[in-house]
């Protein structure tokens, strides 16, 4: 079945520096991929996405880099701000053709603390 | 446009009651998913509504959960006879595809169900 496996948190870094939240999937088709944030006391919103090989999704200063050879989506910020502090979560839904379209599965959630 | 709001925010019951949880997605979004979030866990996919026709269920959705959509709007998530493995947040999202069959729609979600059973 899918699945989405996000490096092990927490990750705590000092404003200003750089980010990398590695993330991988395995999943039939093809899948369009999404990262999600969580801050404190917030409910889940989209952060970006890429929808196809090669894509780059991007927002707020994240990127992440859609790679079908790796089968990776890795969220990476080049200088991180004390605001970024929240939960990441990677996902993927299946792609067209299939009946669970839209259908998230979620990989486990990595904590971002930056620290001033 | 007020955002996908459920209701209560937090539940706490004791183990064998029945809990309903209600959930009003934006309106004019077609599609709508539940969600359960245990601590420390990403989101877990529990059933998918596309207007008022309940199209998926997940395996973790056992006999004692059901979900409706009555008129294609709000919907509701009844567990019966809780235990208390069923503690966690529950999520609700909804999505409005800009093609059918799209797995692509941004889903916007509101701001789960603390559910604890004692």
């Known amino acids: 079945g899918n699945s989405v496996t996000q490096m092990e948190g927490p990750v705590t870094l000092s404003e200003e520096a750089f980010l990398t939240i590695n993330c991988t999937y395995t999943?039939?088709?093809?899948?369009?991929l999404f990262w999600y944030v969580q801050y404190p006391g917030e409910g889940l919103q989209l952060l970006l996405k890429?929808?196809?090989?090669?894509d780059k999704g991007s927002n707020k200063g994240f990127e992440a880099t859609y790679r079908k050879e790796t089968t990776s989506f890795h969220l990476e910020k080049g200088s991180v701000q004390v605001s970024d502090s929240a939960v990441y979560f990677c996902?993927?839904?299946?792609?067209?053709?299939?009946?669970?379209?839209?259908?998230?599965?979620f990989g486990q959630g990595t904590i971002l603390t930056v620290h001033p | 446009d007020t955002g996908v709001s459920q209701n209560p925010r937090h539940k706490i019951t004791k183990r064998g009651q029945n809990v309903t949880f209600r959930c009003d997605p934006i309106?004019?979004?077609?599609?709508l998913y539940w969600y359960r979030q245990t601590l420390g866990q990403g989101p877990e996919f529990l059933t998918y509504?596309?207007?008022?026709?309940?199209?998926?269920k997940s395996r973790l959705l056992s006999d004692r959960f059901s979900a409706e959509r009555p008129k294609g709007s709000f919907s509701t998530l009844e567990i019966q006879r809780t235990e208390q493995g069923d503690s966690a947040m529950y999520l609700c999202?909804?999505?409005?595809?800009?093609?059918?069959?799209?797995?692509?729609?941004?889903?916007?979600f509101g701001p789960g169900t603390r559910l604890t059973v004692l």
């Open positions: 509504f596309q207007n008022e026709a309940q199209l998926e």
């Open positions: 309106s004019e979004h077609n599609r």
């Open positions: 999943a039939t088709g093809y899948p369009s």
């Open positions: 890429a929808t196809k090989a090669d």
């Open positions: 999202a909804s999505s409005l595809p800009r093609l059918a069959g799209s797995s692509t729609d941004t889903q916007y």
């Open positions: 996902a993927l839904s299946r792609g067209a053709g299939g009946t669970s379209y839209g259908k998230l599965t």
